[in-house]
């Protein structure tokens, strides 16, 4: 029983490490600083660009953890740099966790858990929790954007 156990959960611990890492490796490698330079040049709202570089990370590779823990550590220096309130602060790691649950699909590993467990085949769970996860994601944003402007 141990050992049918240690599976599922070996996975979830090694690319949770992983995302830490690789956080750790883009953090060293001052690629948050451009990206900050870069944010500020574009004039991109940084709660905006939270959400959209975890939507794309999500997208890309699959792991709300990896996405929210990459997105967190390019988004340091900008947020660090910009002077936020704590609440605004709140508000963009909340947007990051909002954009790094979206779209759901088959490079996830969760996408797999609940289609499987649910005895929904692909399609079925694209229709289903693919599109819960982009609407859950959209609306986490869209509430965080309100705490945001009134914070």
Not at 115 to 141: C, H, I, N, P, Y
Request: proline fraction near 3%; glycine fraction near 14%; hydrophobic fraction near 55%.
């Amino acid at each position: 029983m141990l050992d049918s156990a240690l599976g599922p959960v070996c996975s979830v611990i090694l690319i949770t490490g992983a995302g830490g890492m690789f956080g750790g490796v883009l953090r060293a490698s001052g690629i948050g600083d451009a990206l900050s330079d870069s944010l500020a040049w574009i004039g991109l709202p940084i709660i905006l660009a939270a959400y959209l570089i975890a939507v794309i990370l999500r997208v890309a590779q699959g792991s709300a953890t990896v996405a929210l823990v990459t997105t967190a550590g390019l988004m340091a220096p900008a947020v660090l740099a910009g002077g936020f309130s704590p609440l605004e602060i709140a508000a963009i790691t909340l947007a990051s966790a909002a954009g790094s649950v979206f779209a759901s699909h088959v490079n996830d590993s969760g996408f797999w858990l609940v289609g499987r467990l649910m005895g929904m085949d692909v399609k079925t769970t694209l229709k289903t929790w693919t599109v819960q996860q982009s609407l859950e994601s959209v609306a986490g944003f869209g509430l965080t954007l309100l705490v945001f402007w009134i914070g």
